[in-house]
Each structure stands twice: as structure tokens, then as C-alpha cells.
């Protein structure tokens, strides 16, 4: 029946469609497959991907929003032997650009309004060779990219829903996925998840989260994050049912949780801040079996409003690291002791906290947090300098005859209690948290330098109670006064909303320290103050 040993994420959804293949899988608006139709239109896709000519490991890039041929590209691609990179909707064509050619993507799944804005910043040199359109147009000349690329529009790779997938052995150590993190040195990084990565977080999130297929769980995050992945594969790896949401509106969330009687949610702090406030119907809030929260710390008021507003409804904290898919969770029971606890590591992971050395930290001393066990992912796409940074031998692991264990290195600093629980107390780098978005200042410079508005500029991120930070642009005038509209226009056309800076001061130097770099510490104190 079922695969005897699941070396592909794909093997989630098999799984489940050889189980129950009458429950409903996935749905998008009015529109719901079960996961015997899901399962066909992914075998259908895989084979029309290996008549392109995928080979093993090819990357294929998803820029769409969340809808139903967004799951059937993602399993389809990993189906067919292929790396899903799956692109956030909100990033502008520039940064797609850079991450298609980062990645070296040979087919691009997008839509035709996408496409045309997109295909105007590809080299001619770009490494795509077939961009699929999910949208029926009929100027497919007119839409041609740079290079050699060869359009097609979905319906060309479904004229047999009844096509058998290709034969790909894959083993569960090889690539699946390729997440697009924004990094402390500017342009975004691609993490790179094995199909073991995300089968056991797929695993270990449902095991803690008592996923069951009794469950409807709303997709609210971008497919993009790790956490919104983990939403399709945990669902299918318990047999339940997703709701896919673009969200937009607050109260589009309590309709869809009437409607399709959602059980469980997992989102950022800023969304939870938002559902806070609403009124929602006691029989609607009655259904909610639980809800999660990841992407940073959420404020004690939001998490009291909530659990006023769905007094039965488990409340799980989560702590996570796109290079290790998930890490910490906060058991529901413990949230009136100790609120402002990460929790304990996650099911099939273990959590260190060491010293510079590498030996193990005293309970209450802080130290660098250091995630061991199959969630570590294998790096850094196509950049082995800060794959050697972040991703180290074990400490005190074995030496010898035996290789020694990879972890992964936060770069966070936390602490212990006596009772093992974790304490997060803050970051190493300078990488801005807001809107469960890892920020770079490095990026958001970049921005501002390329207006030609200003001789310096430096981004910080200041603690706010609804978004976790705030973007602060500290900015010297290339001439003698800087035109803040200006600038923030230029923000508005060339990043999405959460990276544009919330307010600019404008300073006639910024502080440099002995090293000749801007003094971002001594800048700080500046704004506090």
C-alpha cells in the first residue's frame, strides 16, 4: 500500500491517498481536491515535467500565490526528481530575478501578468530554458523571455491526468527544497532542505501539534517560509485538510474558519494581533483546536486577548530556524508558568546551548543556541563560506573512524532554567525580525544608496509591540536636504511593504567607528535617546 520506507516528501501525499483517498485534500475558494485527484494532478504534472527534459536535482522555481497549482507544482517538481524553489509573492521582480539566477532554475511555474513584469529584468544568459503560464492566454509569442525559453501553459502538461509519474530514485539525504531567507550580508540566501528535513518536520510538528485527519488547518503563511511549508507537509503527512488563504482582510479569517470548520492555525505576531481584536462567534471560536505562533515573540496582551477570545483552545508557542525547518515549541501547559519561554526542542531534535568553546552552558547562562538531529539542513545554496559559518561539527561530538555530526548554529543567544526550559534573549547579527520576516539592513542600504538620494545610510530594527521591529533608516543627504518622500517612494516600487523603513531620520553624518564602519551600537543609543 504505502511506501515501505518514505525517502520523498512526496511520499506524504501518496500516503495519504492510498489511505483516504475520498477526504479532501486541499482547498482554494470553491474548489476542493481530495487526495486521490491531488495525488493525479501531481503525477500528471511530474510527467509533463520530465518531458521537458528535468533532469535529477533541477531546480524548478514556483513565483504565484497560494492556490491549488501552487501545491500541485511544489509536490509535483519533488515527484519528478526536481528542487522546489518557491518564491514569495510579494518580492519585486529584481529580487525574483536574483533568485532565479541564484538558483539556477531551469523551469519557472508562474503566471502571465508575473511573467511580463518578470521577464524585462532576466540576463539573456538566464538559466531558464521553460517558463509555464497556469493562466489560459492567447499571445504566448508575445510573452517569450530572453534566451532559449520555451513556453507552455498548464493545460499542455495535464492531456493525461491518468500518467504515471517518472521513476526517480531518490534517497532521502537528496535535495527537495530551497528556501530564500534574507541574510546579514544582503542579498537573499537559499537554505537547502533534504527530503528528510521535511519529512521528519513534517513528522515531529504533527506528532506535538496532535495533527489527526479530523483536523482543517488554514494556510495562512506564505509557502515561501518554512513554517508555511510545514503547513502542507504536516497536514499531509496526518491526512487533514488545508484551506489555502491569501490573506488580506482580518475578518476574512473568521469566515473561512466558519465555513470550512478550521481546527488549527499557525501565524506570525502581527497576524495574531490582528485576529486579536476581532469578534469572533462563539460557535466558530469553539472549533479552534489550536493555534501556534512562530516568526518571534508574541506580546503577552495579544496572547491574553486570544486566549480570552477561544478559552478551549490549545495555545502553542513555537521558536524556529529555516536552517533546521523547526526547533522549539512551548507546551500549552506551561504557558501560565513560564510565558516567556521558547519551550523545549521538538520531537526528533535536540537543543544545545554552549559557550564560545563549544562546551555546554550552565542552566541560566546564556549561550549560543545550537540545533542537532535530522532537521539540520545540508547549507547554504551555491555558497560554502557561510555554510561553514552557520553549520558545524557538533561539539564534543566523536572523532575517528566516524564522521562528525553537522549542527546548525543559531546565532542566537539564549539560556536554560534549571527545568531545561529556553529563554530567547537576542540575536548576534544585525538581521531585523518584523512581520515574521528575517530583514537584512544590508539590503534595505542597498536600496536607499541606489536612489541616489543620500551620501550614507544605515538600517536598525527597534523593538514594536505589533510587529516585533520596526525598520529605522538612519540617512545622510547627498545634497543639503534629503527628500524623504522621495525616498520612501523609491522603497514603495522597488521592495515589499514590510521592508520599507517605517520612518527615516535624516542626520547630517552618521557616527563611523575606529574601524572607518558606521557605528551601529553608538547609532542606537543615538535613536534611543
Not at 483517498?21 to 493525479?40: C, I, N
Not at 535529477?56 to 517538481?77: N, Q
Not at 542566537?412 to 530583514?439: C, H, N, P, Q
Request: aromatic share 6%; glycine share 8%; net charge negative.
Amino acid at each position: 500500500m504505502k511506501p515501505a520506507i518514505r525517502t520523498n516528501v512526496s511520499h506524504l501525499l501518496q500516503q495519504a491517498a492510498l489511505l483516504q483517498g475520498a477526504a479532501p485534500a486541499v482547498t482554494f475558494k470553491d474548489t476542493t481536491y481530495s487526495y486521490t485527484e491531488l495525488w493525479q494532478r501531481v503525477c500528471a504534472f511530474a510527467a509533463g515535467l520530465a518531458a521537458t527534459g528535468l533532469r535529477r536535482d533541477d531546480r524548478v522555481a514556483v513565483a504565484l500565490d497560494k492556490r491549488l497549482e501552487t501545491v500541485v507544482a511544489i509536490f509535483g517538481t519533488t515527484t519528478a526528481g526536481g528542487v522546489i524553489v518557491p518564491v514569495n509573492p510579494l518580492l519585486r521582480p529584481p529580487q525574483v530575478a536574483h533568485i532565479l539566477s541564484d538558483c539556477s532554475a531551469r523551469v519557472l511555474v508562474t503566471s502571465s501578468d508575473r511573467w511580463t513584469q518578470l521577464r524585462e529584468c532576466l540576463h539573456e544568459k538566464a538559466s531558464i530554458r521553460h517558463v509555464l503560464l497556469i493562466d489560459e492566454t492567447s499571445g504566448m509569442d508575445d510573452l517569450h523571455g530572453p534566451g532559449r525559453c520555451e513556453m507552455h501553459q498548464w493545460t499542455q502538461l495535464f492531456s493525461d491526468e491518468t500518467a504515471a509519474p517518472p521513476r526517480i530514485a531518490t534517497v532521502d539525504c537528496d535535495m527537495a527544497a530551497i528556501l530564500y531567507t534574507s541574510g546579514s550580508t544582503g542579498k537573499p540566501k537559499g537554505v537547502v532542505l533534504s527530503h528528510r528535513n521535511m519529512i521528519v518536520g513534517a513528522e515531529s510538528v504533527s506528532q506535538y501539534l496532535g495533527n489527526t485527519p479530523d483536523d482543517t488547518i488554514l494556510s495562512v503563511l506564505p509557502l515561501s517560509f518554512d513554517a508555511g511549508l510545514s503547513q502542507l507537509t504536516t497536514a499531509f503527512n496526518s491526512g487533514a485538510h488545508v484551506v489555502l488563504m491569501n490573506y488580506l482582510l482580518p475578518g476574512d479569517v473568521i469566515r473561512l474558519c466558519e465555513r470550512h470548520k478550521v481546527t488549527g492555525i499557525t501565524g506570525v505576531p502581527p497576524f495574531w494581533t490582528q485576529v486579536a481584536n476581532l469578534s469572533w462567534p462563539p460557535g466558530v471560536a469553539a472549533g479552534l483546536r489550536y493555534f501556534a505562533n512562530t516568526g518571534g515573540r508574541m506580546p503577552k496582551a495579544t496572547l491574553d486577548r486570544l486566549r480570552a477570545s477561544f478559552p478551549t483552545t490549545l495555545p502553542y508557542l513555537m521558536y524556529g530556524l529555516t536552517e533546521a525547518f523547526r526547533s522549539t515549541y512551548l507546551d500549552p501547559a506551561e504557558i501560565d508558568r513560564r510565558p516567556d519561554s521558547i519551550g523545549k526542542a521538538i520531537p526528533n531534535a535536540e537543543i544545545l546551548v554552549v559557550r564560545p568553546d563549544g562546551s555546554r552552558c550552565a542552566p541560566g547562562e546564556q549561550g549560543e543556541l545550537v540545533h542537532r538531529g535530522p532537521l539540520v539542513a545540508l547549507g547554504y545554496w551555491n555558497d560554502p563560506e557561510r555554510t561553514a559559518e552557520r553549520f558545524r561539527p557538533l561539539p564534543g561530538a566523536l572523532t575517528g573512524s566516524r564522521m562528525s555530526e553537522i549542527a546548525v548554529f543559531s546565532g542566537d543567544t539564549v539560556f536554560a532554567d534549571e527545568d531545561g526550559f529556553l529563554y530567547f534573549v537576542g540575536r548576534r547579527d544585525e538581521m531585523i525580525k518584523t512581520s515574521g520576516y528575517r530583514v537584512s539592513p544590508t539590503e534595505i542600504e542597498e536600496v536607499a544608496y541606489a536612489t541616489g538620494l543620500v551620501r550614507g545610510a544605515v538600517a536598525l530594527g527597534v523593538d514594536d509591540p505589533l510587529l516585533g521591529q520596526r525598520i529605522v533608516l538612519a540617512a545622510s543627504p547627498l545634497d543639503d536636504k534629503l527628500d524623504v518622500t522621495a525616498l520612501l517612494t523609491a522603497f514603495k516600487q522597488q521592495v515589499p511593504q514590510y521592508m520599507v523603513p517605517s520612518s527615516v531620520i535624516e542626520m547630517a553624518s552618521i557616527p563611523i567607528n575606529p574601524n572607518g564602519k558606521f557605528d551601529r551600537v553608538l547609532l542606537r543609543e543615538q535613536l534611543a535617546s
